[in-house]
Structures are given as structure tokens and as C-alpha cells.
């Protein structure tokens, strides 16, 4: 057989090989969120059927009426919680990525006295599980009075996401010149106009990919929420999914459908800083 036909059939089958791989790896990835949105359109009858039901034979938005009221089955306050939810996680995202760029961009471009040592201190605390913290937060925020608040939740989730914040724009300012800035201050520019101005929009992407992760982390975050936060006017989305819950049974259908609506706002703001969050994640990787 001729030696070039024969690397042709090795690559065609590499490369069949590869998509397999890769769409067995998506389906294991993407079917679980698949049966989520699927089990927010299907009545409870499917849900617990036995053998299950893989194709659905009734979709409706009964479970979407009834988390909002519609159905009189009383409903959850979602609207509250995802109003909390925003509240919380903006907030804390906007002070984190200050708090981040300020420290990030010390760390990168001045020598001080225990530079390393506050570095690798704040690293480490990423290395702590936040479940291990809740009894000690629990205690400092009811002795401040800041249980059940907006306000506690927002300090809980910004000292979460500094030292990430920190790390993350700390490498990205690294990769900016310095004779960026040196240049722009001959020119005429202060100090915090050069920063502004030449080695910001240079390490935007990263500061993105920094905000992305901290809104996520914020957004989704449920074992501390569900520690310090007690009435409606202070749960989060996912401490609320517990309202689906009672003693003897479990409002799946309900439950996958404010799941859903959880999904919405990250997928959009993924989709918003897609670019920013590609082009952050590769910077510096490819050096000209």
C-alpha cells in the first residue's frame, strides 16, 4: 500500500478518533445541564417516573407559574432572591477587582519590604475551605450584628475573591512593559494616567477573566449563604432552592426550573466578555 495513502487512513482515523473522544467528553459534560432545563418543562409525573423517561412526552411551563405564583401553589420569592443574588454578587465582584487591580498591580510593579511573604500569605488562604470558616464567620457576623445582611455576605464573598483577584492581575500587569508607562510619563502623563490609560486597556482582558471568576464564585456560592443567611430578604438563588424542599418530598420540577433561571445571568455575561475572557486566558502565552 502507498506509503502516503497510508498516513492519509492513520490521520482519518486519528482524527475520527478525536471527535468520539471529544463528543463523548461534551456529552458527559453537557448531558446533566440537558436534564436540568429538560426537568423544569416536564410535568412531576415524568420526573419520578420509574424506568425513567428519557424522551419527553409533555413540556410546559407549570413549574415556572408555579415558582412565581401562578399555579397557587404559593410560590418561592424568586424574584427577592435573585435580586439578592445580584446585589451580593456585583457588589462583591466591583470591590473585589478594585481591591484585586490596587494589590495586583503593587505586586507587580514595586519592591517592598515582606513582598513575598504578604504574596504567599494571601495565596494560602485560598488553600482553606470556605465550609471550615463558616462557624468562626458565623460568629465574628452575629457578634457585628451583620447576620442575615446584605452587607456580611458582600464582606464574606470580597475576602473570598481578593487573593484570586490579586494572583490573577498580578500576572497579567506582569506581562505589560514597563516601558509602556515610562514612555507615557516622558510624554506628559501622571503616573495614574499611564496607568490608565496605556497599562490598563493593555491588561484588560485579564482584569475580564479575573471578574467573570468572581462573579461566578459569588454567584453560585451556597454552603457560606446558607450559614448566614435566615430570611427572604437576604437569601440567595441557590440558598432558595431549599424552599423546594420539605419533610417528605421534593419539588424537583420547581427546583430545575429556578436552577435554570440561575444559569441565565452567567451564561449571558459569559457571552458578553467572551472575548475578553479568551484573549485574557491566552495572554502572555504566545510571545512575539
Not at 255 to 269: E, G, K, R, S, T
Request: net charge positive.
Amino acid at each position: 500500500m502507498d506509503k502516503n495513502l497510508q498516513y492519509r487512513i492513520r490521520t482519518a482515523l486519528l482524527k475520527a478518533a478525536h471527535m468520539v473522544t471529544l463528543f463523548i467528553a461534551m456529552s458527559i459534560i453537557c448531558i446533566p445541564g440537558l436534564w436540568v432545563v429538560l426537568n423544569s418543562f416536564r410535568p412531576t409525573v415524568e420526573i419520578m417516573a420509574k424506568p425513567p423517561v428519557w424522551i419527553p412526552n409533555d413540556l410546559n411551563l407549570d413549574h415556572y407559574r408555579a415558582m412565581f405564583g401562578g399555579v397557587g401553589e404559593g410560590g418561592v420569592p424568586v424574584l427577592q432572591y435573585f435580586t439578592n443574588s445580584l446585589i451580593i454578587s456585583l457588589t462583591s465582584t466591583v470591590i473585589a477587582l478594585l481591591v484585586g487591580m490596587a494589590g495586583g498591580y503593587a505586586f507587580a510593579r514595586f519592591r517592598f519590604k515582606g513582598k513575598n511573604a504578604i504574596f504567599i500569605g494571601l495565596m494560602l488562604t485560598r488553600a482553606v475551605p470556605g465550609v471550615a470558616l463558616s462557624l468562626p464567620l458565623f460568629i465574628v457576623m452575629a457578634k457585628t450584628g451583620l447576620i442575615d445582611t446584605h452587607i456580611g455576605l458582600i464582606l464574606v464573598y470580597v475576602a473570598m475573591n481578593v487573593p484570586f483577584t490579586i494572583w490573577l492581575i498580578d500576572g497579567f500587569f506582569r506581562q505589560v512593559p514597563r516601558e509602556l508607562a515610562e514612555a507615557a510619563e516622558i510624554d506628559g502623563c501622571t503616573p495614574w494616567q499611564a496607568f490608565w490609560k496605556v497599562e490598563f486597556p493593555v491588561a484588560r482582558a485579564g482584569v475580564a477573566s479575573a471578574g467573570i471568576f468572581a462573579f461566578l464564585t459569588s454567584w453560585n456560592e451556597y454552603a457560606l449563604a446558607s450559614q448566614l443567611t435566615r430570611s427572604t430578604f437576604s437569601k440567595t438563588m441557590p440558598v432558595g432552592l431549599r424552599d423546594f424542599t420539605s419533610e417528605f418530598t421534593i419539588n424537583w420540577g420547581g427546583m430545575c426550573a429556578l436552577a435554570v433561571l440561575m444559569i441565565i445571568p452567567a451564561l449571558i455575561l459569559t457571552f458578553i466578555v467572551q472575548k475578553h475572557l479568551i484573549s485574557g486566558l491566552t495572554f502572555g502565552g504566545v510571545k512575539g
